[in-house]
Each structure stands twice: as structure tokens, then as C-alpha cells.
């Protein structure tokens, strides 16, 4: 089992539209967590931590759930310049592993006209 | 722009050769890791440097190796090339105390033949 594990996608949905992202991690011990944005052919992004309290960035909700495990990203009024990948993110508790980031396999999300 | 750099862009070899791939960390950055991205996945952690320290290591054989300078750029060396190398390979800067805060540079893009 992957320690972070997201919906495969791809996501493809109009203009405007309300978009959920999931994902779960089985390393209890994750100390922080992120959703990260990746355009095609570029880099990783930071786009948001994610926290308990939740947490709202214009068009973007990101919520945490550790009891459950899981976290989830919601996307208002989808915007064209929104398409891209969207990689959940935990952080490590510390040790030998501290800073060290594990990436879910990525949500592709497609937004059309 | 992230004020990490990275080099060469791309980079082609054939299989059993050895590839040093190169990582300008963003100024005052002293802590460096290293992801391989393979194509359709999330990046996975390769190694982490703090003064000029492995300080982490994921699940990556002895051929991976990496060295760290005083000046804080970095060093990826793959020795041994097979196919499956092929990937793209992120350096992600952060100062030691907010590790919460990596930032990526544009990658190298390897292709073993």
C-alpha cells in the first residue's frame, strides 16, 4: 500500500464547476501535509498546507482529517488556468527522514470552456 | 521563479553509464533533497543533505549518491544507468528550520537508452 494515496482522475470538468480531490495516508506518525501543484513538463508547486481547522485560500478549501486519515482539496469556480496535477503531500514527523516529502501519485484536473 | 537551478535540462546515456546531475540551492538554503519523478507518478525521495550530510534516504540503492558543498549546491550521481532511471529528477531547497518550505527547482530529465 502506497503511504499516500490519491483519486487516479483524470478530472475533466467545465468552467465554473465545484471540483473535490481525496486522498489518504497510512503513516500516522506525518507530521505535516500539503497539496503541491504541478503544470505539465514543470516542477512541483506548493499550493497550500493543509491543516485540522481547515483552511481557505480564495477558490481553494483544504481540510485534514487525522483521525481518519484523509485529506481533501476543493476547487470553486473552476478556472481555465486551473488545469494542471495535483499532488497530495505528507511531511515526516522528523528523525532521520526530517523534511522529507512523500507524494501521492498526482490528480490530473482538466478544467474546459 | 524559485531561485533553485539545476543541470543540464536534459540529459541522454545508455544503460551502465554513470550521469552527475547538478542542484543551486535558493540563497541561505541549507538543507537540499532529491526526487526522482517518474513519468505518470508523484516524485520520490531520493536523499536529503544538511551541511553537506546525508541526513535521509529513501528507498534508493547504493548507486544513488550525493554530495553536498559548503555553498550549499548539491550533487545527484547515478552510477550504473538502467531504463528504469529514466525519470525526472527535482533538487528542493529549505532552510534547516522550516523544512515545511521546499522549493523546487525545474528538474533534469534523464533518458536511458
Known sequence: ?113 | ETGVTQSPTHLIKTRGQQVTLRCSSQSGHNTVSWYQQALGQGPQFIFQYYREEENGRGNFPPRFSGLQFPNYSSELNVNALELDDSALYLCASSLAGRPETQYFGPGTRLLVL
Not at chain 1, 77 to 87: G, I, M, Q
Request: glycine content about 8%.
Open chain 1, 1 to 113: 500500500r502506497k503511504e499516500v494515496e490519491q483519486d487516479p482522475g483524470p478530472f475533466n470538468v467545465p468552467e465554473g464547476a465545484t471540483v473535490a480531490f481525496n486522498c489518504t495516508y497510512s503513516n500516522s506518525a506525518s507530521q505535516s501535509f500539503f497539496w503541491y501543484r504541478q503544470d505539465c513538463r514543470k516542477e512541483p508547486k506548493l499550493l497550500m498546507s493543509v491543516y485540522s481547522s481547515g483552511n481557505e485560500d480564495g477558490r481553494f478549501t483544504a481540510q485534514l482529517n487525522r483521525a481518519s486519515q484523509y485529506i481533501s482539496l476543493l476547487i470553486r469556480d473552476s478556472k481555465l488556468s486551473d488545469s494542471a496535477t495535483y499532488l497530495c503531500v505528507s511531511r515526516d514527523a522528523g528523525g532521520t527522514s526530517y523534511g522529507k516529502l512523500t507524494f501521492g501519485q498526482g490528480t490530473i484536473l482538466t478544467v474546459h470552456p
